[in-house]
């Protein structure tokens, strides 16, 4: 019974891995000094969304922010 629930659980992190790794590139802007900027597929890994918003470190000011997501443009 354990593992089945384990293998379970293994499934649904592959899955989120994958859909996240073949998701659109998303882009953040941050609210402090207004650079726009986008972040690696790992660091998108360890990033979580609430609401269309997300909270990353900004690369120009090294500060932490609540950014608004935005879908990259090609
Ligand atoms: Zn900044």
């Known amino acids: 019974m354990l593992g089945l629930i384990l293998l379970l ?3 649904a992190v592959i899955l ?3 859909a996240k790794l073949t998701t659109k590139k998303f882009e953040y802007k941050c ?3 207004g ?3 986008s972040l690696s597929t790992v660091q998108e890994l360890f990033t979580f969304e609430i609401m269309g918003f997300s909270p990353v470190r900004c690369p120009k000011c090294k500060r932490w922010s609540v950014s608004p997501i935005r879908v990259k443009q090609k």
């Open 16 to 18: 989120i891995v994958l």
């Open 35 to 37: 650079e726009t900027f």
């Open 9 to 11: 659980v293994g499934i």
């Open 31 to 33: 609210p402090k000094c």
